[in-house]
């Protein structure tokens, strides 16, 4: 008889540790639940391309010449044409944005190679996005032809052959070389100077529109 009544009150002493034990994780689990804040600085990375100097060109004494879509590129013993790349700082913030290409005396099929630089003067990795031409009148989003109107009589006045570097990452400081092939038409006037301008939209390395 006395071990059956030390059997049964065992059973009330287990209960009770079970429930202590059970409150102690419980506080401890309330303990960790609490919220903890943290007030940190967070320096975020900025996008900043430009071109820089120097612009160069082919025609440096007797004119350059070709056939349409710039075939048969060749020299020739005159010298009447010529061109200029100039740029441009347009929103006065110390650096050059536009690039303004002249086009002086030119004739049909006067040809030039014009080439510069863009800079990732920013601290995150770029890639070229589209090129425009006289405020947007013709978008590159990839190499190919295009044709301008530059003095706005309805005809065309030269084509133009951009072939090189969309999508290509630029790492900070790092500078790319960009380049491009004019030739002037049939259509253009001559005797006078025509001019078009570039700029270049580049997006974050990692972006894809």
């Given at each position: 008889?006395?071990l059956?009544?030390?059997?049964k009150?065992?059973?009330?002493v287990?209960?009770?540790?079970?429930?202590?034990a059970?409150?102690?994780?419980?506080?401890?689990?309330a303990h960790?639940?609490?919220y903890?804040w943290?007030?940190?600085d967070?320096?975020t990375?900025?996008?900043?391309?430009?071109?820089?100097?120097?612009v160069?060109?082919?025609?440096?004494?007797?004119?350059?010449?070709?056939?349409?879509e710039?075939?048969?590129v060749?020299?020739?013993?005159?010298?009447?044409?010529?061109?200029?790349?100039?740029?441009?700082d347009t929103?006065?913030?110390g650096?050059?944005?536009t690039?303004?290409?002249l086009?002086?005396n030119?004739?049909?099929?006067?040809?030039?190679?014009i080439?510069?630089w863009?800079h990732?003067c920013?601290s995150?990795?770029w890639?070229?996005?589209e090129?425009d031409?006289?405020?947007?009148?013709?978008?590159l989003f990839?190499?190919?032809?295009?044709?301008?109107?530059?003095?706005?009589d309805?005809?065309?006045?030269?084509e133009i052959y951009?072939?090189?570097?969309f999508?290509v990452q630029?790492?900070p400081?790092?500078?790319?070389?960009i380049?491009?092939?004019i030739?002037?038409?049939?259509g253009?006037?001559?005797?006078?100077?025509?001019n078009?301008t570039?700029?270049i939209t580049?997006i974050?390395?990692?972006?894809?529109?």
């Amino acid at each position: 008889m006395t071990l059956l009544k030390k059997t049964k009150t065992s059973i009330p002493v287990v209960a009770v540790l079970i429930i202590v034990a059970l409150g102690i994780a419980g506080f401890a689990y309330a303990h960790w639940e609490k919220y903890m804040w943290l007030n940190v600085d967070v320096q975020t990375g900025y996008l900043c391309a430009e071109f820089v100097p120097p612009v160069t060109r082919t025609d440096h004494g007797f004119d350059w010449t070709c056939d349409e879509e710039f075939y048969n590129v060749r020299q020739i013993d005159k010298d009447i044409g010529n061109s200029n790349g100039t740029l441009v700082d347009t929103d006065e913030d110390g650096r050059y944005d536009t690039i303004e290409i002249l086009l002086n005396n030119t004739y049909p099929c006067y040809y030039e190679h014009i080439a510069f630089w863009i800079h990732n003067c920013g601290s995150i990795p770029w890639k070229i996005y589209e090129v425009d031409f006289n405020d947007g009148a013709v978008v590159l989003f990839e190499k190919g032809y295009l044709r301008l109107d530059l003095n706005s009589d309805g005809i065309d006045d030269v084509e133009i052959y951009w072939g090189n570097n969309f999508g290509v990452q630029v790492d900070p400081c790092d500078k790319v070389d960009i380049s491009f092939e004019i030739h002037v038409l049939q259509g253009a006037p001559q005797d006078t100077t025509m001019n078009f301008t570039i700029e270049i939209t580049v997006i974050n390395w990692n972006e894809n529109p």
